[in-house]
T-cell receptor
Framework: DTAVSQTPKYLVTQMGNDKSIKCEQNLGHDTMYWYKQDSKKFLKIMFSYNNKELIINETVPNRFSPKSPDKAHLNLHINSLELGDSAVYFC?????????????FGAGSRLTVL | DQQVKQNSPSLSVQEGRISILNCDYTNSMFDYFLWYKKYPAEGPTFLISISSIKDKNEDGRFTVFLNKSAKHLSLHIVPSQPGDSAVYFCAASGYGSGNTGKLIFGQGTTLQVKP
C-alpha cells in the first residue's frame, strides 16, 4: 500500500498549457510538501502545507499554485507552462515536528515541456 | 547559494569494502541532518539522521558522523553491498532553514558498488 502516491508519473505537454499533478498520503501526516528536482539534480522545496494551511512558499513563480483540499492531499497546478518547468516534481509528507522532520517522498512526476 | 554541498558526484567501491560519502554545509544554524537514498524512478527514502547534539549515529551497516566545527558530515556504509548502489542525498534542517521543518538538500552522490 503506497504511502505517498502522486499522479501522473510522466507528463509531456506543450508550452503554454496548464497541467496538474496530484498527491495523496495515507500516513496520517500533518505536513505535505512539493519539491522540484531540476536538471542539475538539486532537490529544492517549493511549497509546504500544514493541515491545509500554507506554511512555506519559496520564490516560485505565480504560475505554480498548490491546493490542499484536506490534509491527505496536496495538488500542484501549473499555468502557462514554460520549457524551464521541465523537471521531476516530488511530493512528500511528514509528521508535525518543526526542525526535525523526516520526509516520506512519493515516486516523482516527470514533467517534460516541449 | 548552496547551503548543503556534496562535492563528489560519484563514488565507486568494491563489494565488502567501506563506502564513505561526504557532505559539507555552510549554515551553522542547522541542527538536524539526514541522509536519503534514491533509486532510479523512485522517490528518495530516508536512511539515517543525526541531531547536532551528537557526533555519531549508527544503524546497522550505516553510520553517520557529524563534525560541527568543520561543518561536515559523512555517511559510512560497511560492508558495502551491490544493492547499496543508488544516489545518496545529504539534507539539513532546523533553525537555519527557518525552523519550519524545511529540508535543504545537497546535489547527491551516485554510489556504485561493484560485485
Amino acid at each position: 500500500d503506497t504511502a505517498v502516491s502522486q499522479t501522473p508519473k510522466y507528463l509531456v505537454t506543450q508550452m503554454g498549457n496548464d497541467k496538474s499533478i496530484k498527491c495523496e498520503q495515507n500516513l496520517g501526516h500533518d505536513t505535505m510538501y512539493w519539491y522540484k528536482q531540476d536538471s542539475k539534480k538539486f532537490l529544492k522545496i517549493m511549497f509546504s502545507y500544514n493541515n491545509k494551511e500554507l506554511i512555506i512558499n519559496e520564490t516560485v513563480p505565480n504560475r505554480f499554485s498548490p491546493k490542499s483540499p484536506d490534509k491527505a492531499h496536496l495538488n500542484l497546478h501549473i499555468n502557462s507552462l514554460e520549457l524551464g518547468d521541465s523537471a521531476v516534481y516530488f511530493c512528500a509528507s511528514s509528521q508535525d515536528s518543526p526542525g526535525a522532520n523526516v520526509l516520506t517522498f512519493g515516486a516523482g512526476s516527470r514533467l517534460t515541456v516541449l | 547559494d548552496q547551503q548543503v554541498k556534496q562535492n563528489s558526484p560519484s563514488l565507486s567501491v568494491q563489494e565488502g569494502r567501506i563506502s564513505i560519502l561526504n557532505c559539507d554545509y555552510t549554515n551553522s544554524m542547522f541542527d538536524y541532518f539526514l541522509w536519503y537514498k534514491k533509486y532510479p524512478a523512485e522517490g528518495p527514502t530516508f536512511l539515517i539522521s543525526i541531531s547536532s547534539i551528537k557526533d555519531k549515529n549508527e544503524d546497522g551497516r550505516f553510520t553517520v558522523f557529524l563534525n560541527k566545527s568543520a561543518k561536515h558530515l559523512s555517511l559510512h556504509i560497511v560492508p558495502s553491498q551491490p544493492g547499496d548502489s543508488a544516489v545518496y542525498f545529504c539534507a539539513a534542517s532546523g533553525y537555519g532553514s527557518g525552523n519550519t521543518g524545511k529540508l535543504i538538500f545537497g546535489q547527491g552522490t551516485t554510489l556504485q558498488v561493484k560485485p
